[in-house]
């Protein structure tokens, strides 16, 4: 068998390996690190990113017939195996969210009508930096563009800065856990030396 022939035969071999793993799961939301078969999880990523290569005009192993092959099983071309339903859940409320509140400072992390929501706008607000720039990411035009069309540029400056808040927080509370560290090492320290101070004051005073 040739080249392109052997190629086939793969691409048939993990199309089947995910029919299987639908059958199981009931969704062909494969994550990226799939213990049971590793092999798969890694071929879902390459077929998002080559999703992503051919809409940038880029070389692509895929082609509208494989698209077609996997829509059919529900494939999932979201990022990193965030299923279409659980995107579009938040994108609803990120919509109620700016009718409500505009688009200039990002959900609290305890917002109540989706409590999830600020993590969602965290996790997608690098991807989208990156095509906003021109990067490669795994993020697909239709996420993006309705993202786009959202405002969501407008919430990336505040998702940053809080990004940078919680990073200067964690790293003001290391060092805080160190200096704790260092005080309680040298107050037993101070003990010790107190001890062997005593100590030795015993034995001058028991001499002859």
């Not at 035969?9 to 199309?15: D, G, I, N, S, Y």
């Not at 990193?80 to 992390?109: A, D, I, R, T």
């Not at 239709?142 to 964690?170: I, P, T």
């Amino acid at each position: 068998a040739n080249s392109s022939q052997m190629a086939e035969l793969r691409w048939a071999h993990r199309v089947a390996e995910l029919k299987c793993y639908v059958v199981g799961h009931g969704n062909a939301a494969v994550p990226k690190r799939y213990k049971e078969n590793p092999e798969l999880g890694s071929w879902v990523m390459l077929q998002r990113r080559n999703r992503w290569y051919m809409s940038q005009g880029k070389p692509s192993d895929l082609n509208k017939e494989k698209i077609a092959e996997l829509d059919k099983l529900g494939f999932d071309w979201g990022l990193q195996g965030e299923s279409p339903k659980k995107w579009e859940f938040y994108y609803g409320h990120l919509e109620n969210y700016k009718q409500k509140h505009g688009m200039k400072v990002m959900p609290p992390l305890d917002y109540k009508p989706c409590v999830g929501l600020a993590s969602w706008v965290a996790k997608q607000s690098k991807p989208f930096y990156k095509r906003m720039n021109g990067k490669s990411c795994c993020m697909i035009d239709e996420h993006y563009d309705k993202l786009m069309e959202l405002g969501f540029a407008e919430l990336l400056s505040d998702v940053f800065n809080k990004k940078k808040g919680r990073k200067r927080e964690k790293e003001k509370k290391g060092i805080n856990d160190e200096l704790m560290i260092i005080e309680n090492d040298n107050a037993e320290g101070n003990d010790d030396s107190m001890i062997v101070e005593e100590t030795e004051c015993q034995n001058q005073g028991g001499k002859p």
